[in-house]
């Protein structure tokens, strides 16, 4: 029973992580805080549902949920950060991505209503279970831990080892110098906006397809987590977000385990306010170079 | 109707102004729900539970939110402004769900039985708080203020202690939000967690943005405007997060250093030059 919670926790986890890893790029390039990004996962699942809804099969409302996503993406970045690039617009940035936010949610209530819609798909997806070691496990919950892991270490592969993920770590070290050595900076800023946002959509895909709903208030509460998660790992550090929304996604679920559900995100905020305190760079964050920048 | 046009307006206008308190040392707080939520329970258990009257109830609520305030900000300030923002956010989720799960003050449900605001405590708050932030800014606490929002390093450069100067903003701030809180909750007899949620505490940083925070004007003017726009236009109520949205997005890409930037500097300042 307590090891099953623990592997309901870490897939919790992942898609915590998913989001979290958004985040964090978003905020390592740009400096910036996405507050947008939980709405773009919150209409991931609901990109799901429409086009399951519409006769798409699971493959192809994936890809259609990736697709959007990243258009989302492309559009907040626009809107919300084109303008608002020097270091001392950090507010501004935030309250305009809120703004964006705002919008989205309200526009997606319109659309689908306030309460949560459920989302069923074609055959035994959703129940199957496949038994390891004596524990039934939902194959389902198996596959997406599994998938999520597989897009980090992508991530984490693009960013250090290829040609593009040397450009963003220049942006991110300093754009200015960045565009000295021919970087196209704002070309740059679009590819993260879309890689994290894609990462957020399928994260809410995920989501949605694992509870078999989508509601349009998970933005605020399992978005807003995603952006403790990063602070507890280190704002701007890929591993930390990892290991973050792994830590949280157990934690969350040992308290559900232990009859103090209702208390989790408090647990996660005070958590991040006591690594604020102990080390404030976050779990992996290193002082040096950010808080030069700051 | 009148009565309840003059505390939701005077209401709104002291939330503004507390928003515009802690921004004034530079930090931006999402937390002013949470600390409207604090007015609003503790004040209510004490007149409610203790028969307490209303005013010294509100003030020790204020008292009690401020300390939530400075004891959380504490860490967060000791390192970069932009984690400030994450705890103010950790604030208002915080405390909502905390709420939620007392059943002495009706956990989900709500807590109900309190009476007693009177117009006029309202309009005594704002005039209060207005004369208060128009000494400062006549006072020579307005350029230290100024100093820390403009360029941190250089203030504690000069002797100023930034931190300390930003956590008195935050306590201040808060201690305003809760006693608006608690007057409003007086006012609406029952309220529940659910109406000082992340949303609200984003409408109140929104009220003071789109007023203008580069004087002490500019967020009451804020607060009226979007208190009493929805009320007059018929229907616009449940467009009201996307016409706030949109509103916002188009202020800022049109101005996007006039409305938040403080590249002016004070007022008095710029007389004598």
């Given at each position: 029973?307590?090891?099953?919670?623990?592997?309901?926790?870490?897939?919790?986890?992942?898609?915590?992580?998913?989001?979290?890893?958004?985040?964090?790029?978003?905020f390592g390039v740009l400096d910036k805080l996405n507050f947008a990004h939980g709405e773009i996962f919150m209409l991931g699942g609901f990109v799901c549902l429409a086009s399951v809804a519409l006769g798409a099969s699971l493959p192809v409302a994936i890809l259609i949920t990736a697709i959007i996503s990243?258009?989302?993406?492309?559009?907040?970045?626009?809107?919300?950060?084109?303008?608002?690039?020097?270091?001392?617009?950090?507010?501004?940035?935030?309250?305009?991505?809120?703004?964006?936010?705002?919008?989205?949610?309200?526009?997606?209530?319109?659309?689908?209503?306030?309460?949560?819609?459920?989302?069923?798909?074609?055959?035994?997806?959703?129940?199957?279970?496949?038994?390891?070691?004596?524990?039934?496990?939902?194959?389902?919950?198996?596959?997406?831990?599994?998938?999520?892991?597989?897009?980090?270490?992508?991530?984490?592969?693009v960013v250090l080892r290829t040609g593009l993920g040397r450009r963003i770590r220049a942006v991110a070290e300093s754009p200015a110098k960045a565009a000295l050595f021919g970087i196209n900076v704002t070309r740059i800023n679009q590819q993260v906006f879309v890689i994290a946002s894609v990462m957020a959509g399928l994260a809410g895909l995920a989501l949605a397809v694992r509870t078999g709903y989508s509601s349009t208030d998970v933005g605020f509460t399992f978005?807003?987590?995603?952006?403790?998660?990063?602070?507890?790992?280190?704002?701007?550090?890929?591993?930390?977000?990892?290991?973050?929304?792994?830590?949280?996604?157990?934690?969350?679920?040992?308290?559900?385990?232990?009859?103090?559900?209702?208390?989790?995100?408090?647990?996660?905020?005070?958590?991040?306010?006591?690594?604020?305190?102990?080390?404030?760079?976050?779990?992996?964050?290193?002082?040096?170079?950010?808080?030069?920048?700051? | 109707?009148?009565?309840?046009?003059?505390?939701?307006?005077?209401?709104?206008?002291?939330?503004?102004?507390?928003?515009?308190?802690?921004?004034?040392?530079?930090?931006?707080?999402?937390?002013?729900?949470?600390?409207?939520?604090?007015?609003?329970?503790?004040?209510?258990?004490?007149?409610?539970?203790?028969?307490?009257?209303?005013?010294?109830?509100?003030?020790?609520?204020?008292?009690?939110?401020?300390?939530?305030?400075?004891?959380?900000?504490?860490?967060?300030?000791?390192?970069?402004?932009?984690?400030?923002?994450?705890?103010?956010?950790?604030?208002?989720?915080?405390?909502?769900?905390?709420?939620?799960?007392?059943?002495?003050?009706?956990?989900?449900?709500?807590?109900?039985?309190?009476?007693?605001?009177?117009?006029?405590?309202?309009?005594?708050?704002?005039?209060?708080?207005?004369?208060?932030?128009?000494?400062?800014?006549?006072?020579?606490?307005?350029?230290?203020?100024?100093?820390?929002?403009?360029?941190?390093?250089?203030?504690?450069?000069?002797?100023?202690?930034?931190?300390?100067?930003?956590?008195?903003?935050?306590?201040?701030?808060?201690?305003?939000?809760?006693?608006?809180?608690?007057?409003?909750?007086?006012?609406?007899?029952?309220?529940?967690?659910?109406?000082?949620?992340?949303?609200?505490?984003?409408?109140?940083?929104?009220?003071?943005?789109?007023?203008?925070?580069?004087?002490?004007?500019?967020?009451?003017?804020?607060?009226?405007?979007?208190?009493?726009?929805?009320?007059?236009?018929?229907?616009?109520?449940?467009?009201?997060?996307?016409?706030?949205?949109?509103?916002?997005?188009?202020?800022?890409?049109?101005?996007?250093?006039?409305?938040?930037?403080?590249?002016?500097?004070?007022?008095?300042?710029?007389?004598?030059?």
């Open positions: 029973m307590l090891v099953e919670q623990i592997i309901n926790g870490v897939v919790l986890g992942s898609m915590y992580a998913l989001i979290a890893q958004g985040y964090t790029l978003i990243g258009l989302l993406g492309l559009m907040v970045e626009f809107v919300g950060f084109r303008k608002f690039r020097s270091a001392d617009a950090h507010i501004t940035a935030a309250l305009s991505s809120f703004a964006i936010g705002l919008v989205l949610i309200d526009l997606s209530q319109k659309v689908w209503g306030a309460e949560p819609v459920a989302l069923t798909l074609p055959g035994s997806l959703q129940t199957a279970t496949i038994t390891i070691a004596g524990l039934k496990i939902v194959v389902l919950r198996l596959a997406i831990l599994v998938i999520s892991l597989l897009l980090m270490l992508v991530l984490y592969l978005g807003l987590k995603a952006l403790a998660i990063m602070a507890i790992g280190g704002m701007g550090d890929l591993r930390g977000a990892l290991l973050g929304g792994l830590l949280v996604g157990v934690i969350e679920a040992l308290a559900f385990q232990w009859g103090v559900g209702q208390f989790a995100d408090v647990f996660v905020w005070l958590f991040m306010i006591a690594i604020l305190l102990l080390r404030p760079a976050g779990l992996f964050g290193t002082l040096v170079s950010k808080e030069i920048r700051a | 109707m009148m009565q309840d046009y003059i505390v939701f307006v005077g209401v709104n206008m002291v939330l503004a102004w507390s928003v515009y308190v802690i921004l004034l040392a530079g930090s931006l707080s999402f937390a002013n729900g949470g600390f409207m939520a604090i007015g609003a329970y503790a004040s209510g258990v004490l007149t409610v539970k203790f028969g307490m009257p209303l005013i010294p109830a509100a003030l020790i609520a204020g008292l009690i939110a401020g300390a939530v305030g400075v004891l959380v900000g504490f860490p967060a300030l000791r390192t970069r402004g932009i984690y400030l923002m994450l705890v103010t956010v950790g604030i208002t989720v915080s405390v909502k769900a905390v709420i939620e799960s007392i059943d002495y003050v009706g956990g989900i449900q709500g807590f109900g039985g309190m009476v007693g605001t009177r117009p006029w405590h309202v309009i005594a708050l704002v005039i209060l708080v207005g004369c208060g932030l128009w000494f400062l800014s006549k006072s020579p606490l307005q350029r230290i203020l100024d100093a820390v929002r403009e360029d941190e390093l250089s203030a504690a450069s000069l002797g100023i202690n930034t931190v300390y100067v930003k956590l008195v903003c935050l306590g201040v701030g808060a201690f305003l939000a809760a006693v608006a809180g608690s007057f409003y909750a007086h006012h609406l007899i029952h309220v529940t967690p659910d109406q000082f949620g992340i949303v609200v505490s984003v409408f109140i940083v929104l009220y003071a943005v789109l007023g203008g925070t580069n004087n002490m004007w500019g967020p009451p003017i804020g607060g009226v405007i979007m208190t009493l726009i929805p009320e007059v236009v018929r229907g616009l109520e449940s467009w009201r997060p996307t016409a706030f949205g949109v509103i916002i997005l188009v202020l800022l890409l049109i101005r996007p250093d006039g409305l938040l930037a403080f590249r002016d500097v004070t007022t008095r300042a710029k007389k004598i030059w």
